[in-house]
C-alpha cells in the first residue's frame, strides 16, 4: 500500500510542479491539469500524440478571451472617442446621427439604428485616412484612454492567466496566432508588447485599403468599406487562408469562435479547444446565454461532447488582470 | 603606400570571405555585394542602418524569381494536367471549349476566349472541392509532373541562388515571406520543403472558400469564384492585411512586382529591392518588355532611379538550378 502511495506520489509530482511554476494564476484542478497534460503530451517526442514544432499551432479570440469586452467591444469605444476627437473638423455631424448622439454623450439615441449606425460610426472613424495614419490615431488612443467603469489603461484589462498561458505555449515551441472578430489593424498596433504575438500573427476582421502614389510617395488608404468580418464561420475561413494549416489549439469564449473550434479540433492526432466561461461577476463580469456582448450558448452546450474544455473564471483563475 | 594598400585588404577581406561561402552561386562583382553589403548594414547593431531582427521582413515573388515561369506558368500546367485528369467524370468537356481543346492538345483552340477561357480552366480545377483534396491533387501532381522543356520535376526549376540567397537571409535573422500572384494553396504545398518558407508566410491569390459541416464533419469548400488576385497593386495590399508592417527587403522579376518594389523601398531606414531579369536564353530564357509572361519593362526602366540592385541571370548566376 504505502509503496503505491509512493509511486503515485512520483508520478503526480512532475506535472503538478510544472503547473504550478507556468500558470502561477490558474487555480490547481482539472481545467489547468488538461491544459499541463495536452501541452506534455504533444511535446512528448517518444509518445503517440507527438506534434511536430511548426505544426504546433495555437488560435486566441481576443475579446474577451485575452482582453476584457464589456460594457462594449473596446473597439467600439475607441469609434466614440474617435468621433469626438473628429468632431471639430466635421460640423455637419452636429445634426447627424449616429455621430450627433455620440457628440452630446446619448449613445441611445445614437445607436437607435442598430447595425446601420454601427457601420456608420466605424466607417467614419476606421476609414478615409492612410493605414499609417490609422495606426497612429490608433497608438494615442491606447497610451490615453481609460476603461469607463475601471479607469485602468485597455491594455490593462487583458486576462493575467491567459497571458501566462501564451507564455507557456511559446516556451513549448507553439507559435501563438489571434484570431478575432476585432479589427486587425487595431489590435496589431499593441499586440506585439501586449500579448507577445507580432502583427503577422494577427488574424482579424478588415476593410479594403487601396494602393496608391501621391507625391511620389507610396501610401495605402483604408476605405470606407468592409473586406471581410473574421467571425462565426469567417474563423476557419481566415485560418486556412491565413495560416494554410490547422491549429491543434483553440482558445475562445462565445459562439463566433463556435466554428473555430469545431475546425481546430476535429483534426487529426492530439487536439484542444477551452471556452472562457465569465462566471466571475465581482472581479469581471458574468454573462453568457443571453448577452449581447459575446453570447455563449452554443458552443457551452456542445463544450463537454466536444471534449473541449470549460474555464469557470471564477474558481480557475487566482487572478484576473495582472 | 604599402600600408594604404594593407589596410584596403583588411577592410575588404571580410565581406568576400562571407560572400564567397554564404552565396556561392553568385559570381563575385556588385550585385553580390550590394546583397551583402545590405545584410551586414541591417544587421550591425553598432551601425546606423540597424534593423531589429523582428522587422527584418523580406518578400519574395515566387514565378520567375523562385521558379522559373516558362514556357506557362507552372500553375495553368498543373490545370492543364488536372483537366485531363478530371476528363473521364466530365464526358461533357468532350463537345465544349476550353476543356475540348485541353483533351486533344489543342492549346490553341482551347485559349481561344482568352482570359475567360483562363478563368474556366481555373475555376474547373481549382475549385469544388475541399481544401484538403485540392491539397492532396497537388502533392500528386508535385510529385509526378515533368516540365515540358526540361523533363525535371517542378520543384527542381527552382534557382539555386535565390535557394541560397533565402538561406542567407534566414540566417541573418529575416523572416522570408513569398507574396505571389499565383494561388496560394498551390505553392503551400511544396513551400516548406523546397523553399524553407512555412506555409503561413505564403501569401498569394485565393479563391473563396466555405466553411461547412458535412455529417458532423468540418470542412471548407473551395468555391469557384475568385477572392483576391494578388499581383500588381494588389501585392501592397496584401502585405499590409497579411503581414501588417512594411517589409525591408523585396525580390521580384516583373512588372506584377513594381508597386511591392515601390511600397517596401520607400519606407523609412535601409531598404533593398532586387529584379531578377531573364538574360540567359542558353540555361534558362531570355524575355523582359515585350514578354506576355513575366512581362518586365517599367520596373526596369526604374530599376536604376530607384536604386534596385537587378540581376543579370547570364552573368551574375554562376548556376540556375539545383
Redesign the interface.
Known sequence: MKRKIFLLLILCVPLSVVAESVLPSWADGATRDSIVAFVESVTNNNGPDFVAE?ER?AVFDNDGNLWAEQPAYFQLLFAIDRVKAMAPDHPEWQQQQPFKGIIENDLKAALADGEKALLEIVMATHGGMT?DEFAASVTQWIDTARHPTTGRPFTSMVYQPMLELLDYLRANGF?TYIVSGGG??LM?VFS?TVYGI???Q?VGS?IK???K?VDD??V?VRLPEI?FIDDK??K??AI??????RPIAAFGNSDGDY?ML??VT?GDGARFGLIVHHTDAEREWAYDRESHIGKLDKALTEANERGWTVVDMKNDWLRIFP
Chains 1, 2 share one sequence.
Open positions: 511548426p499551432i493605414t507559435k486587425v489593424e496589431r506585439e507580432p502583427p503577422e494577427v478588415t485599403t487601396e494602393f502614389i510617395k507610396p495605402l473586406d464561420a469567417g476557419p475561413v486556412n487562408k491565413f495560416i494554410g494549416r466554428e469545431r475546425w476535429s
